[in-house]
């Protein structure tokens, strides 16, 4: 009796639900819908500056649709081929919002259970990937064909990613499942994410100096589009949404892989091949001549630089009973293999194409890079680790 009484309907209960979805659906929804209000507002500031007229607020809109799409991981068919390249910045505001949507829902309706969490995370996704959905059929054209299938899936995958962050957070539930965890395991988290920061952030400087030591080529593309005041500053939007993308590139000469625009165009520490580019003044970055740039040879500290930072974060963050220096060493390693499939999945996801032939393949090698910066992490890594275990434990 008192089990078929517990399964009874319980009106506060339903209510409580109910307003929970509700919940989890404006909030979701309104990622969306600001998300947009806010790229294609700055999409028709763009075009109104063009002296010529630029495009129509009709055009503006639908440009703003399609580069949401692609931050969300969708692709494009332009005619010339595919187009599925992710500008990582947009990508990463759209995760933010997305987490803190959850965590907002999480924390009104006091979603602290598993299943109460699964099913925020679940409504996060569903109504995420269906306005992906909804919003590629309405910025389809005969110009840029919308691929469906691939705008749900990449949508549906950011949701879960960010949605479910943000719900573990806010929720406890992840710290619950910190604290089931060894003791050396705890810290690897926080550990692989300063080097991944680090990471980032130098390759970020290494793009910075290449684009500036190349001042006059980038005024050159830019003079090549037009000069005017709508093309630079829509050049420069669209070169800070891929700013971490080039980074990504970086990495990818830092490991030692390299990376390619198109077939013809290759950069590595073993040699340069120029071909043919987009114009696109973020590519001044690349080599002018085929002779391998003093720069790139000097990235190659990165993977290290990395490394040092997560085994010195690991070493800290270890706890009394966690052993000592030969132990912080060992999970070290652990730390610098970790960052090397951080580094993997980073390159895998800035890559993409740009149309067939040619420009079917732009980024660095995820795999070779993976296991170029495992291997350099590693070992600094390792090293930085027990130092950081010995001092902390004079």
């Known amino acids: 009796m008192v089990s078929l009484l517990a399964r009874l309907p319980v009106p506060g209960r339903q209510q409580s639900a109910a307003r929970g979805a509700g919940l989890t659906v404006a909030a979701t929804a309104a990622v969306t819908l600001l998300g947009l209000v806010g790229l294609g507002l700055a999409v028709v500031v763009v075009q109104a500056l063009d002296p010529t007229g630029g495009l129509p607020v009709g055009g503006s809109v639908r440009v703003a649709g399609r580069l949401w799409l692609l931050a969300n ?74 691929d469906l299938l691939r705008c749900a899936a990449g949508a549906a995958v950011l949701a879960l990613v960010a949605g479910g962050w943000g719900v573990l957070r806010e929720s406890g539930l992840a710290d619950a499942a910190l604290d089931r965890l060894p003791g050396p395991v705890r810290p690897l988290l926080p550990a692989v994410l300063a080097g991944l920061l680090a990471a980032g952030g130098l390759c970020c400087a290494v793009v910075a100096v290449a684009v500036g030591a190349d001042a006059a080529g980038y005024a050159a593309v830019e003079e090549s589009l037009g000069g005017s005041a ?63 740039p003093l720069l790139a040879f000097a990235s190659q500290a990165v993977p290290a630089l990395a490394g040092l930072v997560a085994g010195t974060v690991l070493g800290r963050r270890m706890g009394d009973d966690d052993g000592g220096s030969v132990s912080a060493g060992l999970w070290g390693v652990l730390t610098g293999l970790l960052l090397g499939v951080a580094s993997g999945l980073a390159v895998a996801v800035a890559g993409g194409s740009l149309g067939d032939g040619a420009l079917a393949d732009v980024g660095a090698p995820p795999v070779a890079t993976a296991l170029a ?4 992490a590693g070992i600094a890594a390792a090293l930085a680790a027990a130092v950081a275990r010995w001092r902390a434990r004079d």
């Open 73 to 146: 991981g969708g692709g494009l068919d332009l005619g010339s081929g595919p187009v599925v390249l992710a500008p990582l910045l947009l990508t990463l505001a759209v995760a933010v919002g997305l987490s803190r949507a959850a965590r907002g829902v999480t924390r009104v309706t006091g979603a602290a259970g598993a299943g109460a969490a699964g099913v925020v995370v679940a409504t996060v996704v569903a109504v995420h990937a269906l306005l992906a959905v909804l919003l590629a059929l309405a910025v389809d054209g005969p110009g840029a064909r919308t």
């Open 230 to 292: 709508a093309g630079v500053l829509g050049l420069l939007a669209l070169g800070a949404l891929l700013l971490p993308n080039a980074a990504a590139a970086a990495l990818g000469v830092a490991a030692g892989p390299g990376f390619s625009v198109g077939a013809a165009t290759v950069v590595s520490v073993h040699g340069v091949s120029l071909g043919p580019v987009p114009a696109l003044p973020l590519l001044a970055a690349l080599p002018d001549t085929q002779a391998v």
């Open 373 to 376: 910066v495992a291997l350099q």
